[in-house]
């Protein structure tokens, strides 16, 4: 990428929610300067964007179209031990069953395919929706099987 002079202008891919006037919410990359912010790039002069959506087609779209955009927040998931039901499920291993309960339904209901199918999501999201929510259901079942395991050992 070039600007004015030749010289190299190297942007970053910021992944964001773009959600336009029609209610047509988009996930994909918008590109920022190295020192931009997204704030900048939507009020600068240009009437018109470039939009890379997941599947690496490029969308150009006027701003005016823009009702909100917002950068999607990245959960760091590389410290979550995936053999660790509580972790998975975000919940302290000394968690009450009501806790962990209520922690497997906040789960179920941010990642459940259905919910992010109907938001017209791309097949990518829907997959790894599915992936994710066999973990979940995984680590729930993993917690009931070790609480009644450990009630049952107890009690004879």
Do not use: W
Request: glycine share 4%; hydrophobic share 40%.
């Amino acid at each position: 990428m070039y600007g004015s002079n030749d010289k190299m202008v190297f942007k970053n891919k910021l992944l964001v929610e773009l959600e336009l006037d029609s209610g047509r919410v988009l996930i994909g990359y918008m590109f920022v300067g190295q020192q931009q912010r997204l704030s900048d790039l939507m009020n600068d002069d240009r009437a018109f964007l470039p939009f890379e959506n997941l599947d690496s087609s490029i969308y150009i779209f006027h701003k005016s179209a823009a009702r909100g955009i917002k950068p999607v927040e990245k959960k760091n998931t590389a410290n979550v031990d995936a053999d660790n039901p509580f972790q998975v499920l975000g919940v302290a291993d000394d968690a009450s069953d009501v806790e962990i309960r209520e922690a497997y339904h906040r789960c179920v209901q941010e990642n459940h395919p259905d919910r992010l199918q109907s938001m017209s999501l791309p097949a990518e999201f829907i997959r790894l929706a599915h992936e994710r929510m066999t973990s979940i259901n995984d680590a729930y079942a993993k917690i009931k099987r070790m609480r009644i395991n450990s009630n049952g050992a107890a009690a004879q």
